[in-house]
């Protein structure tokens, strides 16, 4: 992939999350069945990890499967599943020589047993890789993440482990799916929809939100630079006045 220089000459997110969504209608509009748009869309999440990669960017979160799409089809949950463990079978040696590290975040007791099983021994391969970390949001829900972090933290305090008067977004944060992912600088949301659906609802109350009407079979290096280029155009302003900000940014205060 060719990287201009512009790019990089500006922060690049270090981490970003992608709603990766649009399969079903991109195949629709092509008179095939969904499950060959799933099967585009495979594709596509193995460029997109490539060009992430290639940019420097250092956190990827990919939603693949959320606890509401458990209610789709039977057949097409199953051929989702199929998908994964492929991508899972055939990415793997490409994954390691490139130094990824893989993770997911989500309640995996859904999962079918030999998913499972394979996304926790991709997870045990890679552990020692230090470029990108790519995570897999799967049978993932942003409220549920929420209540079990409140259950777990609920169990440290009748414990004695923690005090509730202490209790602060540090602490609550501590006990999401994984602490150790920072929260994202953009996040993506392809399929031209205009909604979060249940993704990551605590991490991202300051992202930069990006939306765009390319389905995820078609999106690309490319359609990632363009996002990533919006993305710079952009202030964060977490809050504060534009002088404010752009004062930091000169060393003032
Ligand atoms: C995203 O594409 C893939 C998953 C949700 C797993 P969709 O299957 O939601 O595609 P549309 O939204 O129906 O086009
Ligand atoms: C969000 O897409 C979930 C994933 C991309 C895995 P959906 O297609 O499930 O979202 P809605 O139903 O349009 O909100
Ligand atoms: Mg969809």
């Given at each position: 992939m060719m990287i201009e220089s512009s790019l990089i000459n500006e922060p690049i997110p270090r981490h970003i999350a992608i709603i990766m969504d649009g399969n079903g209608r991109w195949a629709q509009a092509r008179g095939i069945s969904r499950n060959e748009g799933h099967k585009k869309g495979l594709d596509a999440l193995r460029s997109v990890v490539r060009s992430a990669n290639d940019l420097g960017v250092r956190w990827l979160t990919l939603y693949?499967?959320?606890?509401?799409?458990?209610?789709?089809?039977k057949l097409e949950v199953a051929s989702l599943m199929g998908l994964l463990e492929r991508y899972l079978e055939l990415e793997i040696e490409e994954v390691m020589e490139k130094g990824i590290q893989l993770r997911s975040i989500g309640?995996?007791?859904?999962?079918?047993s030999r998913i499972r099983k394979k996304v926790d021994d991709a997870i045990e391969r890679t552990?020692?890789?230090?470029n990108m970390t790519l995570v897999f949001a799967l049978s993932y829900g942003g409220r549920s993440e929420i209540v079990d972090a409140t259950r777990k933290l609920l169990r440290d305090a009748e414990l004695g482990k923690i005090d509730p008067e202490r209790i602060d977004e540090k602490t609550f944060a501590?006990?999401?799916?994984?602490?150790?992912v920072p929260d994202p600088d953009l996040l993506i949301r392809t399929?031209?929809?205009?909604?979060?659906?249940?993704?990551?609802l605590w991490q991202i109350a300051y992202t930069e939100i990006y939306s765009t009407g390319v389905m995820w079979p078609d999106f690309g290096g490319s359609e990632l630079m363009d996002a990533v280029r919006d993305y710079q155009s952009r202030e964060r302003r977490f809050g504060l006045t534009g002088e404010q900000v752009r004062g930091t940014r000169n060393g003032g205060g």
């Open positions: 693949a499967f959320s606890l509401e799409n458990w209610s789709r089809p309640r995996p007791d859904r999962l079918p552990r020692n890789n230090s501590a006990y999401l799916y994984d602490p150790e399929g031209a929809e205009l909604r979060v659906s249940n993704f990551l």
